[in-house]
């Protein structure tokens, strides 16, 4: 729709702005208007495309054609002005055809370099391992969500996501493994994050953190105990966990309180967390 209104607005750019300069020219009686009429027809090449440079055109050469024409005698022309005609209507729609290449290429490199810079944008927020947002997404995505839950009146429910004895799974596998295991358990909560309408991020280290909108504390605690026991059901050996010998996940949450500030929203949730691993980890904990 946008896109159609920008057409038609140069089309008739085009010929207002074609038409006023033949008048201008037509009124002062310049000698030799052509040099002003085709950098018109270049401007309006350029920034419209083929379509304005042919409406363009077509009205220069019809004036030309009328310009040039012998007194009194229409589209009769002296020897010398036929000459110019012909250059003018040869070298017109050469001229529109070269600038619209170049338009059509301008064109191309610069959805290339949106494209590109989109791209890049978008590696900038991501986890190159987990290949989830990042923290700095996360902390984007976090203040937009906060003010539009106040706005809307509804509770935004926060979740931190611990691995259980991820130092020592390190220590004892070896860092590549870890971050098998980061990518693994990364991917088993997106699956239920999407699932749940939530959004999840790499919180830093062996952490990450999950926010929902409009759920309530029951339906939070569900998902969060689904992921704990997803996490676990997965089958990532640990021997160097003491509570299982597979890895485990701790969850904290905390949900949206009446004019809280934002960020205890986070602070609840982290404090939730260490309950969840002071009680015995593998578990999910709600602050209250």
């Given at each position: 729709?946008?896109?159609?209104?920008?057409?038609?607005?140069?089309?008739?750019?085009?010929?207002?702005?074609?038409?006023?300069?033949?008048?201008?020219?037509?009124?002062?009686?310049?000698?030799?208007?052509?040099?002003?009429?085709?950098?018109?027809?270049?401007?309006?090449?350029?920034?419209?495309?083929?379509?304005?440079?042919?409406?363009?055109?077509?009205?220069?050469?019809?004036?030309?054609?009328?310009?040039?024409?012998?007194?009194?005698?229409?589209?009769?022309?002296?020897?010398?002005?036929?000459?110019?005609?012909?250059?003018?209507?040869?070298?017109?729609?050469?001229?529109?055809?070269?600038?619209?290449?170049?338009?059509?290429?301008?064109?191309?490199?610069?959805?290339?370099?949106?494209?590109?810079?989109?791209?890049?944008?978008?590696?900038?927020?991501?986890?190159?391992?987990?290949?989830?947002?990042?923290?700095?997404?996360?902390?984007?995505?976090?203040?937009?969500?906060?003010?539009?839950?106040?706005?809307?009146?509804?509770?935004?429910?926060?979740?931190?996501?611990?691995?259980?004895?991820?130092?020592?799974?390190?220590?004892?596998?070896?860092?590549?493994?870890?971050?098998?295991?980061?990518?693994?358990?990364?991917?088993?909560?997106?699956?239920?994050?999407?699932?749940?309408?939530?959004?999840?991020?790499?919180?830093?280290?062996?952490e990450f953190v999950l926010l929902w909108s409009q759920?309530?504390?029951?339906?939070?605690?569900?998902?969060?105990?689904?992921?704990?026991?997803?996490?676990?059901?997965?089958?990532?050996?640990?021997?160097?966990?003491?509570?299982?010998?597979?890895?485990?996940?701790?969850?904290?949450?905390?949900?949206?309180?009446?004019?809280?500030?934002?960020?205890?929203?986070?602070?609840?949730?982290?404090?939730?967390?260490?309950?969840?691993?002071?009680?015995?980890?593998?578990?999910?904990?709600?602050?209250?």
């Amino acid at each position: 729709m946008i896109k159609t209104v920008v057409k038609r607005y140069h089309l008739i750019l085009s010929i207002v702005m074609t038409i006023a300069f033949v008048i201008i020219n037509y009124i002062i009686a310049i000698p030799n208007p052509n040099v002003i009429l085709i950098t018109v027809i270049v401007f309006l090449t350029f920034t419209g495309g083929f379509p304005s440079g042919i409406i363009s055109g077509c009205i220069v050469i019809f004036y030309s054609l009328l310009f040039f024409s012998d007194a009194g005698k229409l589209f009769h022309y002296a020897t010398i002005n036929l000459e110019k005609v012909i250059v003018i209507v040869t070298f017109i729609p050469i001229l529109i055809i070269l600038v619209g290449i170049l338009k059509l290429r301008v064109e191309t490199k610069t959805k290339e370099l949106e494209s590109a810079l989109k791209q890049l944008e978008w590696h900038s927020k991501m986890d190159y391992l987990t290949e989830v947002p990042n923290r700095r997404f996360f902390d984007e995505y976090f203040i937009d969500e906060y003010e539009n839950s106040v706005d809307l009146g509804v509770k935004m429910v926060c979740a931190i996501v611990d691995i259980d004895f991820f130092k020592q799974y390190n220590d004892s596998y070896g860092h590549i493994s870890g971050d098998r295991c980061l990518r693994t358990i990364a991917n088993t909560i997106q699956k239920i994050a999407q699932q749940t309408d939530g959004f999840l991020a790499r919180f830093g280290g062996e952490e990450f953190v999950l926010l929902w909108s409009q759920i309530d504390e029951n339906a939070a605690l569900k998902i969060c105990q689904d992921i704990v026991s997803a996490v676990e059901k997965s089958r990532i050996p640990h021997d160097r966990s003491s509570v299982s010998s597979y890895v485990t996940v701790s969850i904290g949450v905390s949900i949206e309180a009446k004019n809280q500030d934002k960020m205890k929203l986070l602070e609840y949730a982290d404090k939730a967390l260490y309950r969840a691993k002071s009680q015995g980890r593998n578990q999910v904990s709600l602050y209250k």
